[in-house]
């Protein structure tokens, strides 16, 4: 939907939002570019996705993610919303996939209240749904100043709890993710890595050179040293080859990069648009990158996570 200019005090970037009007915005500001929202399979999110404001009272970013797992109603049943669901419509400025909402609501006194809480947002599209905390920003009480608060938020500064990061423009929803947190994950070995030194989450129990970490964002087994190949490089019918690896989908803190070497001695960012494979059994559970023609066969790949 767009929006039309509010004549109403701006306070960009304010560390605490009184009772008043909060915008979100995915559109690109002060030249930076644009979050272009995806679902699972690809598309743009459009007509049928909804967005809303609120915050997850007391709970960590872990504890969101671990509710998650529950799926969406589980979810929301910790849910204290801002204003209304909003519908995306067909793209803010027209921009498919993207999004531009106000939502305005008086924060009160007394009874549930989201003051004090960091900022959330989530994005359904049927039953995907994405989750992100605006972190340092927070609802405050309301005050005698007179004046009414309006916020503007980007959602590139959001930090994405439930989702996928695609790259450094595009944001996908996920479907109900498959694991929580990483401390709930490791839970789960407490009796087959009895040392709490190698349930850490840099620490490889297994010994098969896969940190845990890397293992819980891949799907792996860290009590198991014969785990099949994370990555893959294969052919899609026509040709073209294409390097995958099997990920966790929706554990959106966890950011996928690939790099690329001639020789293993120098790496460099190999820049490319990851996609999920659709294709039976990866179906969901693979992403993957196009390798151009053009480069030599004799080509290294890596896969680094970043939390």
């Known amino acids: 939907m767009k929006l039309f ?14 009772a ?6 995915a559109l690109p500001g002060d030249e930076a570019v644009p979050q272009l929202l995806r679902t699972l399979g690809g598309q743009p999110l459009g007509a049928t996705a909804t967005v809303q404001l609120g915050a997850f009272p007391g709970l960590s970013d872990d504890q969101v993610l671990d509710l998650a797992t529950g799926g969406y ?5 910790s849910w204290l919303p801002f204003g209304e669901e ?15 909402i106000a939502a305005r609501q008086d924060i009160p006194e007394a009874g549930p209240s989201p003051a004090g809480q960091e900022i959330s947002i989530i994005i359904r599209s049927g039953a995907e749904f994405l989750v ?18 309006v916020a503007v938020l980007q959602l590139r500064d959001a930090k994405i709890i439930v989702g996928n990061r695609l790259g450094p423009q595009t944001i996908a929803t996920a479907v109900t993710p498959a694991v929580g947190s990483y401390g709930s994950w490791i839970a789960a070995y407490t009796t087959a890595i009895t040392d709490e030194a190698l349930r850490q989450p840099q620490a490889d129990a297994d010994g098969d050179g896969l940190s845990n970490f890397f293992e819980y964002a891949t799907g792996g087994d860290p ?11 294969s052919g899609d019918g026509s040709g073209h080859p294409w390097l995958s690896f099997r990920c966790q989908p929706g554990l959106g803190g966890t950011v996928p990069s690939l790099r690329s070497s001639p020789d293993l001695q120098e790496w ?14 990866a179906a969901g559970s693979w992403l993957r990158a196009r390798i151009p023609g053009a480069m030599d066969p004799g080509w290294y790949f890596r896969l680094e996570l970043d939390e």
């Open 268 to 281: 460099s960012d190999f820049a490319a648009n990851l996609e999920w494979d659709t294709s039976p059994p």
């Open 223 to 233: 009590a198991s040293g014969t785990d099949a190949s994370v990555c893959r490089i």
């Open 73 to 77: 109603a589980a979810l929301t049943a």
């Open 20 to 25: 008043g009007t909060l915008v979100v915005t």
């Open 132 to 149: 992100a905390r605006f972190k340092g920003k927070t609802f405050a009480a309301d005050t005698e100043t007179g004046l009414e608060q």
């Open 5 to 18: 200019p509010i004549p109403l005090l701006v306070l960009a970037g304010i560390a605490s939002l009184e």
């Open 86 to 100: 909003h519908p995306m419509g067909t793209g803010a400025d027209d921009q498919s996939g993207s999004f531009e």
